[in-house]
C-alpha cells in the first residue's frame, strides 16, 4: 500500500491563493489538494470540509461570533427569526433559552393575536393564580 505524504493544511493567504488556483476542480477536490482531509488505516482519504470551510471563512476575514461562548466551545447566536418545521412545531433554540438563563421546567403562557404568538414567563404570582383557576374549574 503506498504511503500517502499528508501536507500541512493552507491557511490564510495562501489557502486563498490555491482555491482560485484551483477554480475548476469540485470543493471537495479543492479541500484535498489545500490538505483538508485524512487518510484512513484502509488507506482511504476522507476530506474534512467543515475545517476547509472554517479555514476560508477565517481566511477571508468573515466574524461570525459576536462572542466566543463562556465555555470556548462555539454556538448559534440569535437570529430572532425562526420558521414553523414541517411538522408544524415551531423550535426555539438554545441561544434564546441562554440568554434568557431559561432552566428546564421553566414555564411559559401563550398568547395569540392575528400575527403574533406572545411567550411570557410564568412567575410566581402567575402560578399561584393558575392553580386556584385550576382547582376551582
Known amino acids: ?53 472554517n479555514a476560508l471563512i477565517d481566511a477571508e476575514g468573515i466574524q461570525l461570533d459576536s462572542a466566543p461562548n463562556a465555555n470556548g466551545r462555539g454556538g448559534r447566536s440569535a437570529s430572532y427569526r425562526i420558521s414553523v418545521q414541517s411538522n408544524g412545531n415551531l423550535l426555539i433554540g438554545s441561544a434564546y433559552t441562554k440568554q434568557m438563563n431559561l432552566k428546564p421546567g421553566d414555564e411559559f403562557l401563550i398568547t395569540l393575536g392575528k400575527k403574533h404568538i406572545r411567550l411570557r414567563q410564568v412567575d410566581a404570582d402567575d402560578k399561584e393564580g393558575l392553580e386556584i383557576a385550576e382547582a376551582t374549574a
Open 1 to 53: 500500500m503506498p504511503k500517502h505524504k499528508k501536507i500541512e493544511p493552507l491557511v490564510g493567504e495562501d489557502l486563498l491563493k490555491k482555491v482560485k488556483e484551483l477554480e475548476n476542480l469540485s470543493k471537495e477536490e479543492k479541500a484535498k489538494q489545500c490538505g483538508y482531509y485524512t487518510v484512513t488505516k484502509n488507506g482511504i482519504e476522507r476530506v474534512n470540509m467543515m475545517k476547509f470551510l
